[in-house]
């Protein structure tokens, strides 16, 4: 299995793709994918999540947002939709070069620009409207810090699944949940 994924991580450095750091498996009710972080372009990103992965808080979590041909996001809900405490915010590093690509996994935030906590989503598509472009909170963009390098296709899987809408928090909840198993270091 590590020789699986050194050989992936170098096909990624070849490709282009310059991701260079530790690696989570995320097991889900549809599967596991296998994502190496950016330590190097997302030191605070990636420590970040760190955090939430070894104190196993993503275990149990849903993907509570699927929007087809755009995102899966999690990391802040768990089964009985019922928010978790997260640590307190991070400073947003969207203006680190990474983009939003297919494949790529970045912070969810709200509408302040240091806002994100311990939502995520692993984007469907290339997302260039979600890059940094600016300062203002509008134009700032969503900090990624890593990329899927196994499991794309239950990633695409995810993002296949029926939506409905629950509550005006609950717009693009998917139907059966999507559940986050667990997230470890490999």
């Given at each position: 299995?590590?020789?699986?994924?050194?050989?992936?991580?170098?096909?990624?450095?070849?490709?282009?793709?310059?991701?260079?750091?530790?690696v989570v498996e995320m097991k889900t009710s549809l599967g596991s994918i296998q994502i190496e972080l950016n330590t190097d372009k997302a030191p605070l990103s990636v420590k970040n999540f760190l955090e939430y992965v070894d104190q196993k808080f993503y275990d149990g979590t849903i993907y509570h947002r699927v929007i087809r041909n755009f995102m899966i996001q999690g990391g802040g809900f768990d089964q009985y939709e019922k928010r978790k405490e997260p640590l307190g915010p991070i400073k947003n590093e969207a203006d680190n070069g990474l983009k939003n690509k297919k494949g790529s996994i970045s912070m969810a935030r709200t509408g302040v620009v240091d806002s994100a906590t311990s939502q995520?989503?692993?984007?469907?598509?290339?997302n260039d409207a979600l890059n940094h472009r600016g300062t203002t909170a509008r134009d700032f963009g969503y900090a990624v810090f890593g990329q899927v390098i196994a499991g794309m296709d239950v990633v695409e899987k995810i993002g296949a699944v029926k939506?409905?809408?629950?509550?005006?928090?609950?717009?693009?909840?998917?139907?059966?949940?999507?559940?986050?198993?667990s997230v470890r270091r490999l």
């Open positions: 299995m590590k020789q699986l994924l050194l050989l992936m991580s170098c096909f990624f450095l070849l490709s282009g793709a310059v991701y260079a750091g530790p995520f989503f692993i984007n469907l598509v290339d939506t409905i809408s629950k509550s005006s928090l609950f717009r693009d909840y998917p139907e059966p949940q999507v559940i986050v198993e």
